[in-house]
Each structure stands twice: as structure tokens, then as C-alpha cells.
């Protein structure tokens, strides 16, 4: 053989052996959607529901605040503060010299680099008959470990007084949030003003700023989830709780419909579908990934408090929702099969590898309504993509 043929066939081999793990890689888990126990370490955060939380994508860490440590009439807004590390699947407690405000259902984000983990608006309990929304916004410098409270005009003031979630595009590191509830009043939802109808952004530089949508929105909602996706450079949101009956579990108050915010346009566009063959009317639903071909989403509740764990696939193309089926978990100690809790209220956060997306949850109640107990275990669900 002589040198030619002898480098030809060295590159040849080490090409098919990079494709070899690749391929490996690939097939590993990319044929099951599958859920399993995550094994948690180090100082675990305290049970709550109805936190907030954000994923630091980049450095694999997932902050979580707040939230309810208990169900009614002896839920308390808690300030906990904590990290959990993917890599070493670690807890650790945040929780800085200067003291936050404890609440729940506070928007979170982070800045592109994951430099800042931000804090702003949230809530106290509802059913107190008092009203407790918050207006302020706080940053948490991560290499210096202190909050500092940012300053807002009285405008920016009311743009973070709201209780839902914000989406942080990773293109930009903006975060975008649209409507959300400003009052925890009893039959909030009907207070007049009690939902936002406005799409919002922050930057690091201008802080809170209207978003000047072209043409119409979604009719003003709480308890929705919003999504960035990548491919379509667009904010999607599914259903949440809106103001149509004072009667707080009357199903009209459930919305099950499918919105997409282009971010090139402002354009807000509804997927219509055959909502007999969708998921339903439900709030706290939460999307696990999308692109431009097709969305994922997992749970939420119904207007009678029903939890649910189902996991759906939506083609953005077909327009259609087809239910998946899930392998179900088996405790690797025992070697049996265990239930997914289906909470409401848990902390979460997406993972997206080379050919498949991880939704973590941990945490959360399971039921909103008295005596329901809080889950302190953590699980993951493989979707591949
Ligand atoms: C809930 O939080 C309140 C206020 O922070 C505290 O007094 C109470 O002990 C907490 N309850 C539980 C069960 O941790
Ligand atoms: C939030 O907005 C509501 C409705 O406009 C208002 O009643 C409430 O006082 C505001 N709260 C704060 C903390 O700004
Ligand atoms: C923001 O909240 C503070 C404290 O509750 C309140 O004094 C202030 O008036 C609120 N700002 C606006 C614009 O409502
Ligand atoms: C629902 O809330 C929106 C936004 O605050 C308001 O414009 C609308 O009048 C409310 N609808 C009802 C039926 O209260």
C-alpha cells in the first residue's frame, strides 16, 4: 500500500467511526418517548407549587423561586431560591443576603448569556379577599450572588404588575410575556382590569416596554404558557383562564385555543383545528418543544380541577393534534411501574439535545383546591425530535 492510498483509507476509517458514534448516538434515544425518575442531590428546595422557573440552557442550570407552600387556607407565598445543576443533577440554595419578596407565579428569565436571572411581577395567595399583585423587578447578578432592584418608571410599573410567565427568545435574549392577571381578589377574573390584554417585552437595557402588535390578539388570559420557537421566530401560547363567568370553575373560563406571535411582523395568528381532536380546554398546559413542522405539549387542568400528564403532538402543517402514548415509567430499584404524578403548579424546564428534548418537572400540587398534597420528586420525559 503506498502513502496515498494508506492516508485515503486512515480518513475513510476515521470517518465511519465518528459516523458510527453519531449514528449510535442518534438511535440511542431517538425511537421512544419515555419517562423516567430523575435522581436528586445535594440541598433540595422546599415542596411548593405555582413557582417560577428558568433554564440557563448554555451552562445546563435550572433556577426556581417561590411559589405556595401548601393548599388553602394554609398556603404561604415562600422566597426559596435554588439551582439545580443538569450535569451533576444537584441542588443547590441561592437563597442571597438581600431578601426577595416572597411570591408565586412571578415571571423569571434569564439574560442570553446567562449572566442574570430576573424577577418580576408575581403574586400573593388568592382567597384572601385581599389583593396582592406586584409591580417591581429584581436581578440576580449570578457570578456576584446579590439581587438588586431595577428601577422602572410608573408605566414600567404597570407593565410588570401581573401574575403569569414570560419567554426569554434565545436569538435576542428578550423576554416576551402577553396578558396575565393583576389581582388575587376572589372571582379575580372578573375584576374590571383584572386581565392585561397587552403583548410585553424586556430588555436589559430599556427594562419593560409594549410590544405594537399589528391586528388583533387572544382574548386576555392568565395561567397560559408561552413558548420561543426557533424556526418560526414566533411566541406560541395554548388556552389559559379567561374572564368569560364569575363562577371561578365554569368550563367557559378554560380556553383551548392555539396562538403563534411572529416577532419579524408582531402578527399574533390563531392555528385553527377540529377542537374535537385537540386537547381541550385547559389552563397551565405547558409546550415541551417546536419547530417549524410540529409542537409538543404535556397536562395542565380542566374546569373541574382535573390534572392531567397526557402528552400531545400538534402538526403545524396538518393542523392537526394527535395524543401520544408514552412508555411508562419503571422505578429501576424495584423494577415496577409508577404513575406520573399529574401536579399543577410544577417547577419545569426543556432540554433540548442532538435529536431528542427532555421535559423536566419537579415538584408542584396535585390539586389546587384544599389538603392536596405537594410532590417532591423529579421526572423526565424524552421526546424524540
Ligand atoms: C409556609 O410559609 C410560611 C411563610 O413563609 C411559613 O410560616 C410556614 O411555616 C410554611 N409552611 C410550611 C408547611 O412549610
Ligand atoms: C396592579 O393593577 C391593578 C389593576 O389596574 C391595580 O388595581 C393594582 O393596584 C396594581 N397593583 C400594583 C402593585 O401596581
Ligand atoms: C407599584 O407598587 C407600589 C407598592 O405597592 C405602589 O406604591 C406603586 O404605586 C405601584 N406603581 C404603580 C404604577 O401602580
Ligand atoms: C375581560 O377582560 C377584558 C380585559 O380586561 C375586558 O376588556 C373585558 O371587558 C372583560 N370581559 C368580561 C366579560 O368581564
Redesign the pocket.
Known sequence: MNLKSQILLTVVCLFSLVCLIDCHKKCDNCNQYSWEKVKQKGSMPPLAWDGSSAYDERNELFYVFGGLNGSYPNDETINSFYVFNVKTSSWTNLMAPSSITPRAETMMFLDKRGDYVYLSGGRGPFRRGINIV???TQRYDVRKKVWTELNQT?FQ??LA?RSVEAETVSRTGKSYTFSGSTSTLPGFIRVPGALKTDTIVFDSVNGWQQVDVVGASPTPRAHHHLLYNEELNSIFTYGGYTNCSTYTSNECNYLGDLWSLDLSTKVWKQHLFDVTKGPGNRDNAKFIYADQNQLFLIGGSNYQYTNFMDVWRFDLIANEWTQLTILPLVDPETNIQTPIPNTIGSFYFKHIKKCSVEFYFSRGSLSEISGSPLVDNMYKLTIPI
Open positions: 406586584y409591580n417591581s410608573p410599573q404597570n404588575n
